[in-house]
């Protein structure tokens, strides 16, 4: 399977047993099961990565449980910053919704949960999908068994489509069936006709996409918007600060936040959360604006509201430290496991001290929405999203 080949997740990891929709997107656009190389895994340090990911570069965090427990625990806390929200800004009924970098497919799931129906038939989504051309072309997969042929569900569904480089975090018990997941690389042109979905949601995927990848990542999303359709971005800007001034550049914390900049550095832009608004401006989005959010470590806060997600927030912190610098630090850095045991032990001990006050190590920004009515304004500017909207004629 060469560079990159689109992959359907199926048995043994399905989105759905006799799922439709994967069976007839195979059949149509040249797609492949996914295949022992998108499996395949390797241990560094005691933690399980995924090779054909980490071996080009595109993804250097572990795919193992304690991972997919993290990312978990990072979507509850998300959900908490949003308010419960999934969708940003006030759409109707939704057609078709892409979702970039599905990860456990948890806020697919819960989109395509929310919005079950549609106005035009599932057969003319099929129709459409047909036409799509793969990224790269390949030899087909090793054959698992015999493809069935598709049997059309008449009811009307709004259909939600997750890509993601990794399939290994996804729950196959979790799915709906309008629910579509398929394995992929974004730093590949998206595949999917242009002006074709109302939704596209771009989800911390700043440590997957290449340094140099951006403008044209954006570019393929506004492509793929229909007209009135919209984008909302979410990422987190990994810089270690406090709201007292006591964090200085001698605690780990902050020696942490610097060298997994200068490790990422190296192969993904680290200042993407503070330029998505710029780029897609340049990329020809139109009424963008931008919200920075402070996201705390720990329940240290005045504000019950912020003391809550710190509460919530402390565990994936205490995980995320280790799991997304372990390869970078150790293999771009050159780091000794055992100093970066060392520094993350520190980190994390400095992450709980509440001398630190609120140490805020995360800022997450989100693309979507129109002007809204005065009253609203006060609602998102709480929920704190970066607004955009997409006018993709």
């Known amino acids: 399977m060469p560079v990159w080949i689109k992959t359907v997740i199926r048995e043994p990891m399905a989105v759905h047993l006799g799922h439709t929709l994967s069976r007839t997107y195979s059949l149509h656009a040249d797609t492949e099961e996914v295949t022992d190389e998108v499996r395949e895994t390797f241990t560094h340090h005691n933690r399980i990565y995924q090779r054909c990911s980490v071996d080009r570069r595109i993804y250097l965090v572990p795919i193992d449980e304690d991972e997919t427990i993290r990312l978990r625990i990072q979507y509850d806390v998300l959900a908490m910053v949003f308010d419960g929200r999934s969708i940003f800004p006030p759409m109707g009924a939704l057609r078709r919704v892409l979702d970039c970098g599905f ?116 570019r393929d999303i506004l492509r793929c918007l229909r007209r009135g359709g919209w984008c909302q971005m979410v990422e987190i800007d990994y810089n270690a600060q406090s709201d007292n001034g006591t964090l200085t550049d001698g605690h780990a914390l902050r020696q942490w936040s610097d060298k997994y900049s200068r490790a990422m550095s190296q192969l993904k832009n680290v200042e993407a959360p503070r330029r998505l608004a710029h780029w897609m401006r340049q990329a020809g989005f139109t009424d963008v604006e931008e919200r920075m959010i402070p996201l705390p470590m720990c329940g240290w806060s005045d504000s019950q509201r912020d003391f809550d997600i710190g509460v919530h927030n402390q565990e994936n912190v205490r995980l995320l430290l280790g799991s997304l610098a372990l390869y970078p630090f150790t293999e771009l850095l050159n780091m000794t496991i055992t100093e970066f045991h060392v520094l993350v032990a520190q980190a994390r001990a400095e992450a709980t001290n509440p001398a630190l006050k609120k140490a805020e190590a995360l800022r997450s920004a989100g693309a979507s929405l129109a002007a809204l009515p005065e009253g609203n304004l006060a609602a998102v500017e709480r929920q704190g999203i970066r607004r955009v909207k997409a006018d993709a004629g």
């Open 103 to 218: 990860g456990t497919g948890m806020w697919a799931f819960q989109v395509a949960w929310e919005n079950p129906r549609c106005e035009a038939r599932i057969e003319s989504f099929l129709a459409s999908v047909a036409s799509v051309q793969v990224s790269s072309p390949g030899p087909q997969g090793r054959a698992r068994k015999p493809l069935q042929p598709a049997r059309f569900n008449h009811k009307k569904i709004g259909l939600v489509i997750g890509i993601d480089v990794s399939p290994h975090h996804y729950n196959p018990e979790e799915s709906v069936d309008n629910l579509y997941l398929n394995v992929d690389n974004l730093n590949m042109p998206l595949s999917f006709p242009s002006n074709h979905f109302d939704l596209v949601n771009s989800r911390l995927v700043a440590g997957g996409i290449d340094r140099n990848r951006w403008i044209e990542y954006i």
